[in-house]
T-cell receptor, first 116, second 114 residues
Framework: EAGVTQFPSHSVIEKGQTVTLRCDPI?????LYWYRRVMGKEIKFLLH????????ESGMPNNRFLAERTGGTYSTLKVQPAELEDSGVYFC??????????????FGPGTRLLVL | AQSVTQLGSHVSVSEGALVLLRCNYS??????LFWYVQYPNQGLQLLLK??????LVKGINGFEAEFKKSETSFHLTKPSAHMSDAAEYFC????????????FGQGTELSVKP
């Protein structure tokens, strides 16, 4: 069974540009989470999808970040326009469903974003 | 609000020595506690978790952790370190009022000396 995959693995862009990160969860997992780790800081929650619906987007930093999950399968996270402080590692995780709070979340390898 | 504190951003042990990584949490609801490990260039992998029941939890690769409610702790231990244990370790908490999102500690980088 394939794990959570993320694309690209690395992205270097200039301030003001747009970047789109993609996450493919484990097939059949209803829950999809995005997290971010800024260098030197803890991993922080960004948002949570249940199927195609946003369940919780309380961690999204501002309206430059837009997340979608079309058809309840893969998800994209777009940053437009990117700022220097957006640099960090963006992780995606998925879990099967029902017992969200106790379920194991399966993480992808992350996308390392550097904004110059 | 929930929070997690991991004492020590870097821990170094000798091969064969005890590994002890500390995690304290605060939570207004019964917590669910997790330890994840990240090896270089890989995603986070679950080591073990506490949900309910037995407070001593055994995980993969010989690791275990004990949930101590009175001390609000969930420290991770391994009796004998192996070189392959070198990685970054994350403690995380979730709760019934959080909808499934994980709150992470700052992470602890474990080095193992030969």
């Amino acid at each position: 069974e394939a794990g959570v995959t993320q694309f690209p693995s690395h992205s270097v862009i200039e301030k003001g540009q747009t970047v789109t990160l993609r996450c493919d969860p484990i097939s059949g997992h209803d829950n999809l989470y995005w997290y971010r780790r800024v260098m030197g800081k803890e991993i922080k929650f960004l948002l949570h999808f249940v199927k195609e619906s946003k369940q919780d987007e309380s961690g999204m930093p501002n309206n430059r970040f837009l997340a979608e999950r079309t058809g309840g399968t893969y998800s994209t996270l777009k940053v437009q326009p990117a700022e220097l402080e957006d640099s960090g590692v963006y992780f995606c995780a998925s879990s099967p469903g029902v017992h969200r709070v106790s379920e194991t979340q399966y993480f992808g390898p992350g996308t390392r974003l550097l904004v110059l | 609000a929930q929070s997690v504190t991991q004492l020590g951003s870097h821990v170094s042990v000798s091969e064969g020595a005890l590994v002890l990584l500390r995690c304290n949490y605060s939570s207004s609801v019964p917590p669910y506690l997790f330890w994840y490990v990240q090896y270089p260039n890989q995603g986070l992998q679950l080591l073990l978790k506490y949900t309910t029941g037995a407070t001593l939890v055994k995980g993969i690769n010989g690791f275990e952790a004990e949930f101590k409610k009175s001390e609000t702790s969930f420290h991770l231990t391994k009796p004998s370190a192996h070189m392959s244990d070198a990685a970054e370790y994350f403690c995380a908490v979730s709760g019934n009022n959080q909808g499934g999102k994980l709150i992470f500690g700052q992470g602890t980088e474990l080095s193992v000396k030969p």
